[in-house]
């Protein structure tokens, strides 16, 4: 096609692959008279014929994408990132669509690769935290490892070769809508000092699969820096250190400060940790499938192996884990029967394992916050180690960090210790961790700076062609994001087909659309016992902040997600015409013999084949002679010889049909 949109004769591709005649040529080989130029009802004058407001129609056949590449950038190699490698290739195939991956790291898995501390697992079922579409029956445990969960994420990308998509060590620095080309520039960098390389790319789409809980920071402790001893973060722990015989400080009781002290109790000779504010520890989550008192508990090699032979078997007790994490959605609600039994469960536990200390309880057992304001913590083993006479609690604050530990705010005591453990989490803020620009120079970071406003937690109107995973108001905060995260990229690679089939050149929510939505959610999310005084990353690391949760349960996210609502978006068209795509008025499949060409006799007739879309295969000959009195169905039916009598060969009904 020339650049001014007029078709010529050698640009003629789509018609060529698909057997159409040559513009104008229609009739040509056909008996009897043929129509004039003039009125041929396809010829290249005509073809080119603009409407009143300059239009032309294309000739492309319906189904087919718009001509040239479109390229996806997908920030990330975590969970999200290959759960979009491992569907999109093979969903989008077809429409001319190209995809790579940037991951910062120098391998793949995210939080998996980046969290490596004592005791660091998974705080739901493992049989949960895998994808829908690659069960794990080998699991070793009811709580997977970190090393585990990575190792399972690892061998998904090496064994389908997802590595082709991927560039490691390789960072996105900035990113900046071009309404000119209608792209992303993307600004990349690799390495660091002298040895730094800086480039752009553009992108016709770019989906952030960066998550939540990624930018870990040391915390604001003036004399951080001259400890003498071993100091380590939890986002950056050195793995395999031995902290036997040693004395321990663990600042922060969040759930990796949870589950470094459980874990490294049997081993240190002192722990101290600070505890500034009471929390829920509580039983598992799906704890009637769980150990004695909702403990881990290692799966046997038998067991394993019954999974693995018997996958109907795993996957109904996948399920069932599944439908009790489901129903955890009542007890977030306030005032709900449910909520009150978990703080009831919840205080009578708490209340049993600190009987030694019983002073703890008054700084662990919380009062004005139900169980839920913060993620649940399974924290098996950790307050067995706060009331060990071996484990010191301090909840004053800290004033300094000395050479030789950590000097109190209140008292002067300077706790003296040989290793310093920072559980002091992440960056809980949705801002983006590079300069994001979208239409009008908008940035997202100064849009989200007060309050992260978003499309259905995915989009953000202004940020045409910009999907995130886990961004703002999406279910974060119940049982495993594995599933949620699939679920995003089904949504995502529907998006995807619709722009591509329907040659969209940007498309981003509608402004309205964003406002309904933070009303709804600011409307219903204070009855949830979310909005209680705990801080919390689900308020941003704030105790009364914004919540930031989806406004619903799993089941309600799934509902909103089977379908894109394209009646909340913003959509500009190539051609600037909606009815564009319908082109030369042809669907591809009418040519290419990729459906049945009478799909919507089974689709207006209720049957459920028309959604498998396989072409007819049926021998026309077993109808052909039924003028002649044949009979439809019979194994032969008969042969025609010019116009003699139809001869019956064989009337035996053929038990197969």
Known sequence: MASNGIINE????????????????????????HPSSETRPVNYEE????????????PHLIGEPRQGRFKIVVIGAGA???????????????????????EKNADVGGT??????????????????????????????????????????????????????????????????????????????????????EWQENCDLLLSGTGVLNAWKWPKIPGLDT?????????????????????????GAGSSGVQVC?????????????????????????????????????????????????????????????????????LILRNTAESDEVNALAYLEMDRKLAPKPELKKVMIPTNFNVGCRRPTPGNGYLEALASEKTTVITSPIKCITENGVLDAETGEEYKVDVIICATGFD????????????????????????????????????????SYLGPFTPVAQGSILPIISGLTAHFVQIIKHMRVQHIRRLSPKPQAVLDFSEHCRTFLPRTCWADPCTSWFKQGTKDGEIVMWPGSRLC?????????????????????????????????????????????????????????????????????????????????GRRTNDAPLEVVNNTPDPAR
């Open 262 to 330: 459980a874990s490294i109790f049997p081993r240190v000779e002192k722990l101290y940790t600070w505890v500034r504010s009471p929390t829920w520890i509580t039983a598992s989550i799906g704890k009637q499938f769980a150990g004695k008192d909702g403990q881990n508990f290692n799966y046997t090699p038998q067991q394993q192996e019954i999974f693995e032979k018997d996958p109907k078997l795993y996957h109904q007790y996948k399920k069932m884990i599944e439908n009790e994490l489901n129903k955890k959605f009542r």
């Open 557 to 637: 996210f799934f509902e909103v997600m089977k379908q894109p609502a394209f009646e909340d978006y913003e959509i500009e068209y190539w051609s600037g015409n909606r009815w564009g795509y319908l082109g030369s008025g042809f669907t591809d499949y009418e040519f290419n013999g990729t459906k049945d060409n009478t799909w919507y006799l089974d689709w207006l007739s209720g049957r459920a084949e028309w959604q498998q879309g396989v072409p007819l295969a049926e021998d026309p000959d077993e109808f052909r002679d039924m003028s002649l009195g044949a009979l439809p169905g019979t194994k032969t039916l």
């Open 80 to 102: 999200a990132g290959i759960d979009f490698l491992h569907h999109a290739p093979k969903a989008l195939a077809g429409l001319d669509v190209d995809i790579i991956c940037y």
């Open 227 to 251: 400890f003498k001893g071993d100091l380590f973060h939890t986002a950056r722990y050195e793995e395999g250190y031995d902290l036997t015989g040693k004395r321990v400080a663990v600042i």
């Open 47 to 58: 073809w080119n014929r603009p409407g009143q407001t300059g239009y032309v129609v294309s």
């Open 428 to 467: 809980t803020s949705f801002r983006p961790r590079f300069p994001i620009h979208g239409l009008d120079n908008v940035s997202l970071g100064d849009r989200w700076a007060k309050f992260p406003s978003s499309y259905i937690g995915i989009g953000v109107d202004k940020f045409p062609n910009y999907f």
């Open 112 to 197: 998996w690769l980046e969290n490596r501390y004592p005791g660091c697992a998974c705080d739901v079922p493992s049989v949960q935290y895998s994808f829908p579409w690659k069960a794990n029956p080998h699991w070793s445990s009811f709580y997977a490892t970190a090393q585990e969960i990575w190792k399972y994420m690892k061998d998904i990308v090496d064994s389908e070769n997802l590595s082709q998509y991927i560039r490691l060590k390789t960072a996105i620095v900035g990113a900046s809508w071009n309404e000119d080309i209608s792209k992303w520039t993307v600004s990349l960098s690799q390495g660091e000092g002298d040895a730094r390389t």
């Open 10 to 33: 050698k640009e003629n591709p789509v018609f060529k692959q698909y057997g159409l005649p040559p513009y104008g040529t229609i009739g040509s080989n056909t008996p009897g008279p």
